[in-house]
């Protein structure tokens, strides 16, 4: 056998910073955010924040269960759930009559009590396709808010967070190089940090310009640059 045996990258795996000081606010979320400001004074008693994949919505999910002491949504202890729940991916539940009958038993509890529940979600429920009527009037009727495509700033800042998650140092070079070259969305910037990750780890290089240009030109990161 000849050349260079190639390095087998392993992924072990990266902490996720998920305390408030870790989100930033942006003109794309300020207004999630103002949103959970407002906590208790929400006019139901489920707010719903719905985005795309990797925008920051169970960043902000568990910034709120840490402040009220939320429990994750469980179907099988709802009657025991405490005045806090947080239900992430909550459009997943939708089209099961079971899991809707879970989520009204809850919302009716909740509203009941005074307690609150925040949903996350990709998209509002107007475009959910609901088995339960009464579970879709309340969830219509309660307050949704979006979180949009992150601008250059916020791009910046969370690309460097991801890489630190990871912990990798990245100049602020190499982030002003990828910013503007990358497909505006945060599920892009997730997946350019995993794949930079990669590539490093395979070839055991430092995250450099050079490092991305290759990226960029093999074209094995297709949809993920302009």
């Known amino acids: 056998m000849t ?10 795996g990266h902490r996720a910073a998920f305390t408030r000081e870790d989100f930033f606010v942006s003109d794309c979320n300020a ?8 906590y208790p004074a929400w ?4 707010l719903l924040v719905h985005g795309p994949a990797a925008s920051g919505k169970t960043h902000l999910l568990h910034v709120w269960q840490q402040q009220t002491q939320a429990a994750v949504y469980d179907p099988a202890h709802i009657d025991a759930a405490p005045a806090c729940v947080i239900v992430d991916d909550i ?15 809850l919302y009716n ?9 925040l949903a996350a979600a990709a998209a509002p429920p107007a475009q959910w396709a609901f088995r339960l009527r009464d579970l879709e009037s309340r969830l219509r009727a309660a307050p949704a808010v979006s979180i949009g495509a992150p601008d ?3 791009m910046a800042i969370v ?8 912990q990798i140092f990245v100049s602020q070079e190499v982030v002003n190089f990828i910013v503007p070259r990358l497909t505006r969305t945060f599920a892009a910037m997730r997946d350019i940090v995993a794949a930079v990750d990669r590539q490093a780890m395979a070839e055991k290089r430092a995250v450099t310009i050079p490092l991305i240009r290759e990226l960029m030109q093999t074209g094995a990161q297709g949809g993920l640059f302009t």
């Open 3 to 12: 050349g260079k045996p190639e390095q087998l990258p392993f992924d072990l």
């Open 31 to 38: 207004a999630a955010v103002a949103w959970l400001d407002k």
């Open 43 to 46: 006019p139901a008693p489920l």
């Open 91 to 105: 459009d997943r539940l939708i089209g099961d009559t079971v899991r809707e009958e879970s989520l009204l038993h």
């Open 109 to 117: 509890l909740q509203k009941e009590r005074g307690g609150h529940i």
């Open 152 to 154: 250059d700033n916020l």
């Open 159 to 166: 690309l460097t967070k991801l890489f630190s998650d990871r």
